[in-house]
């Protein structure tokens, strides 16, 4: 992706870069990869074995909760006022 401006403006147009990029993407080709067999490599040079699937449902799912959270916590401790629905986002 092209370099953007780091304001909301240049957050926003990214935001949508990258939801036109996804629903470009074959549906087929999408449905696929959950079978497909994935080697993750560790950088200690483990190797873990997944399919599409359990790639994103056992590891980068949690991840992305993990990094999520790991923000929210550092703006809360840095004195952003955030509160409970600012992480849940809006239902």
């Known amino acids: 992706m092209p370099a953007?401006?780091?304001d909301m403006a240049g957050l926003q147009a990214r935001i949508a870069t990258?939801?036109?990029?996804i629903e470009s993407l074959p549906r087929a080709e999408i449905d696929a990869a959950a079978e497909r067999s994935v080697l993750?490599?560790?950088k200690n040079g483990?190797?873990?074995?997944?399919t599409g699937?359990?790639?994103?449902?056992t590891?980068?799912?949690?991840q992305?909760?993990?990094h999520?959270?790991?923000?929210?916590?550092l703006l809360r401790h840095a004195g952003v006022e955030l509160v409970k629905k600012d992480f849940l986002g809006r239902t």
């Not at 990258?18 to 990029?21: D, P, Y």
């Open 4 to 6: 953007l401006e780091h």
């Open 18 to 21: 990258s939801i036109a990029f």
């Open 40 to 42: 993750f490599r560790l």
């Open 46 to 50: 483990t190797e873990l074995p997944f």
């Open 53 to 57: 699937r359990t790639l994103l449902l």
């Open 59 to 62: 590891f980068s799912v949690p």
């Open 64 to 66: 992305f909760f993990f």
């Open 68 to 73: 999520v959270t790991t923000a929210y916590d």
